[in-house]
């Protein structure tokens, strides 16, 4: 039996998964790219958000853990202490926002912050410490938000707060999602858009692309990611196409809102 031939035609490379391309980066050298920049901003992070945000993105997590907790009270989803990850948890102000909701309302979440970049884990441990509340937070976890340390089914909810633009790999990322989710549980992204609004859109668009890379660079001392974030802002899927990968990986009930105009979209699902 004779082996069959590959093609003599020189193979092109398949086209890399959708997902997070810095400018000059190679595809697999993405997550790389992605941790030494958070690694470097990590001790200025919050303050620039804060201030570069107005200070918006506190309600913004607020609204996602709100919508968290009304899904899963819907269906009872959340029995039992429930699990539930922030993945690219960052200095963890959406998994605090999530502890502190169960706290006062006595959901009895075990909340755990995962993030790959060390130096965001401390800081988000340093302030769950210092937090006159700490709420529920079960742990901060050194982990890929691809490969998640959790069992299949495991989870009542996985929420995600301005970090799913910056993964390698959209779609693996919603399947991983969907693996540790129990039936039921709930998916939240919150994640930059672009404005609905054509005049918020085009003044939102000058001062995301010139005036935020020198503010941004000015207050954590590194204009590279100021500049990386607008881009890869204009990248990321927009909303609906977001929504239909999020149904096509297993997500029911998926739903999307936009805040303030759009420039920060919520997407919900549930686990089918
Ligand atoms: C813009 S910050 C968001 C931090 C936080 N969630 C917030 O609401 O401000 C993005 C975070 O995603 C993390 N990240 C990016 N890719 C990741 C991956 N593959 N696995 C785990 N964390 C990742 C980065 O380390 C960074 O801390």
Redesign the pocket.
Known sequence: MSASKPSSGARRPASPAPG?RPSGVAPEDA?RY??Q???RI?PR??RA?HFLSLGV?VYW?WRTAAAVDQMLAATGAAQDAPALW??????????LALARRSSRRRRGWRVYG????HR?LVLANEKSRAARAPGDVAGWVE????RLPAADASVAGVT????F????DYRG?LAEFARVLRPGGVLAI?EFSQPAIPGLRAAYGWYFHRLLPRIGGWISGSGEPYRY?PSSVDRFPAPRELAAWMAAAGFAEVKFRRLSGGIATLHTGRRR
């Open positions: 997070t997550p992605v941790r920049l958070f690694d990590a992070y919050d958000n993105d997590r922030d993945v690219c948890c960052g200095t963890g102000d959406l998994a995962g993030d790959f970049t965001m982990a890929d938000s691809l995600t707060g301005f970090g633009r910056n993964l390698a990322a919150l974030l």
